[in-house]
């Protein structure tokens, strides 16, 4: 995430956009955070106080756990959403720079989405060329294909972010297709999702 083929780099766009995101969003919005590096990991479970979680979007470092989690991100996110019982509508976010190659298969997480009406939305951050492990020649790229399953199998929405213009584009487009789909006097829940590699 500290490839610099997104300025300033993906991380720092990631962090950026997401706290910027809040103010397109309804303030009674509960929404969760959840980073996945290795291990799954809950950063905030669902909130609706916007500057607590900038706080925790701030904190979000990278990690020297290996591997990429998808699949428990999205069952870890899943389960969130499903105790909130008054939640009319539940959604992920899911961003990522990478691929999953660690964790449940994400057949199985789709299924585990599907089964408690979870849409997932996917972003995939990055450039087509890919960006560099600082220090080494390995690149990062997308796993566009696999993104665009999970949303599509999900009634969710893929988008591609080369830039961290077209990162603040898909967000404003996620919260206009759930505004859309969803009345404003019902409350709904968003749950975002940062992927920490280790670099």
Do not use: C, H, W
């Not at 599509?152 to 961290?164: D, M, V």
């Amino acid at each position: 995430m500290l490839a610099q083929d997104v300025q300033p780099n993906r991380l720092s766009a990631a962090k950026q956009t997401s706290s910027a995101f809040l103010d397109f969003i309804p303030k009674r919005t509960k929404i969760g955070l959840v980073s996945f590096s290795g291990i799954t990991q809950i950063e905030s479970n669902l909130e609706d106080d916007f500057k607590i979680l900038r706080s925790f979007i701030s904190q979000i470092d990278v990690s020297s756990v290996g591997g990429t989690d998808i699949g428990n991100a999205i069952i870890t996110s899943t389960n969130i959403l499903a105790a909130e019982k008054n939640q009319r509508a539940k959604v992920i976010i899911l961003i990522t720079d990478g691929q999953g190659n660690i964790g449940p298969p994400l057949e199985q997480a789709v299924d585990y989405a599907n089964k408690n009406k979870v849409i997932v939305n996917t972003i995939g951050i990055g450039t087509d060329e890919g960006g560099k492990f600082i220090g080494t020649d390995l690149v990062s790229k997308i796993d566009e294909e696999s993104l665009k399953i999970i949303a599509q199998a999900t009634s969710g929405s893929y988008f591609r972010a080369k830039t961290e213009e077209k990162l603040k584009d898909s967000f404003r487009e996620v919260a206009r297709l759930n505004r859309k789909k969803i009345s404003l006097n019902l409350s709904f829940s968003f749950i975002f999702l940062a992927l920490i590699l280790l670099l």
